[in-house]
């Protein structure tokens, strides 16, 4: 019987595919993967299950396990985002969920404005003096911090009533954590970052659409600016 487990497998293989390094096209089968990773039939195929399910593989009998392209994968799945984190698509993931952030969270915060209900106005504004008192502490990437920007970002979506906006939960997470994990989190926030919580925090305690919406876009153009310029710094390096 394989030692492999099924979260060894599930990630050596999808570490593999989202690099790269297992081109889109390449066709895999059960028998090659249980050998190549010393895992059991049964840890193989959950493992495959797994990566079907995210959109990166397709199972066909006769043919194999096929690599599908990586524009048919689900994007927001916070499993890839992670290991696209870790991988040499690392600056475009950043990127490109930045750019999703600039387009929903600002609409976000401007439905949960009208539709937030008083407890959650309430914690909202909880979450926002807590990242105040921790990044005025120069605790921007500690723990503690990361898991009061996380669950201000999480109730923000959730308190715009919108499901479609609530999904993103998930992946913003992935990359707030990715993001602190990799170092990238500054020690004291960009300048802006915390008053434009609790602006936002305090236009949806007071029902105040065009503002939360307004300080909700230029917090995320914030952190939009300091993902592209990782981005340029990272080009710079391997110039």
């Known amino acids: 019987m394989g030692g492999g487990t099924h979260r060894d497998v599930l990630g050596e293989l999808g570490r593999r595919i989202s690099a790269g390094s297992i081109a889109p096209g390449t066709v895999l089968t059960l028998a090659g993967i249980e050998q190549e990773q010393g895992a059991s039939r049964t ?26 392209p990586r524009e048919l994968w689900d994007a927001l799945d916070p499993q890839l985002i992670q290991w696209n984190l870790d991988g040499p ?10 750019e999703l952030r600039v387009a929903a969270e ?38 503690p911090y990361l898991e009061a920007d996380v669950a201000f970002h999480a109730l923000l979506l959730a308190a715009s009533g919108n499901p ?39 236009a949806v305690a007071g029902a105040d659409q065009d503002a939360a919406e307004r300080h909700s876009r230029a917090h995320m153009r914030t952190v939009w600016g300091e993902v592209a310029e990782e981005v340029r710094g990272a080009a710079a390096d391997q110039a």
């Open 43 to 68: 840890v193989v195929r959950e493992a495959v299950r797994v990566l079907e399910s995210m959109g990166m593989v397709e199972s066909r009998r006769r043919v194999g396990i096929t690599v599908r």
């Open 89 to 98: 698509f690392r600056q475009q993931q950043l990127e490109a969920l930045a």
């Open 164 to 202: 479609l906006l609530a999904v993103l939960e998930r992946p913003v997470q992935a990359v707030l954590e990715g993001r602190t994990r990799l170092g990238l989190t500054p020690a004291i926030p960009a300048e802006g970052t915390l008053e434009e919580h609790m602006r936002v925090a305090l």
């Open 106 to 143: 600002p609409m976000a915060a401007r439905l949960a404005a009208r539709r937030a209900s008083p407890a959650q106005r309430a914690e909202l504004r909880r979450l926002a003096d807590r990242l105040v008192e921790l990044g005025g502490r120069g605790l921007g990437a500690s723990e």
